[in-house]
């Protein structure tokens, strides 16, 4: 599986952007597709997941009402809609793809992922 993130950029505070994974090489509607984000010094964090049934995401809490996941199975291509953006949500972005079988609640660990995008970075400043 190839993970292509795109749609990073600078944005100001409060301001919203739409993050794109395009994938390729499997299946597209057996994968779990996640989001993660890494800010400078910390640690890789879980953002959102979508699995491939409807209604199967899930977000970190704090996030939760401010991004939203979907995904297109016809363009194989898993979004994430980032409004009201803070400085705090700064950080390099990737999306990774897990099987669709596994457990939600291991869909919020990095580990459970076996392909991953290159990162798209996001910036909120003014």
């Known amino acids: 599986v190839q993970l292509q993130a795109s749609g990073g950029g600078l944005v100001q505070p409060g301001g919203s952007l739409r993050l794109s994974c395009a994938a390729s090489?499997?299946?597209?509607?057996?994968?779990?597709i996640g989001w993660f984000r890494q800010a400078p010094g910390e640690e890789r964090e879980f953002v959102a997941v979508s699995r491939r049934s409807f209604g199967s995401e899930s977000y970190a809490g704090s996030l939760k009402g401010r991004f939203t996941i979907s995904k297109d199975n016809a363009k194989n291509t898993v979004y994430l809609q980032m409004n009201s953006l803070k400085p705090e949500d700064t950080a390099v972005y990737y999306c990774?793809?897990?099987?669709?079988?596994?457990?939600?609640?291991?869909?919020?660990?990095?580990?459970?992922?076996?392909?991953w995008g290159q990162g798209t970075q996001v910036t909120v400043s003014s």
């Open positions: 090489g499997r299946a597209f509607s057996s994968l779990a």
């Open positions: 990774a793809a897990a099987p669709s079988t596994l457990v939600l609640s291991s869909l919020w660990s990095p580990e459970s992922y076996t392909y």
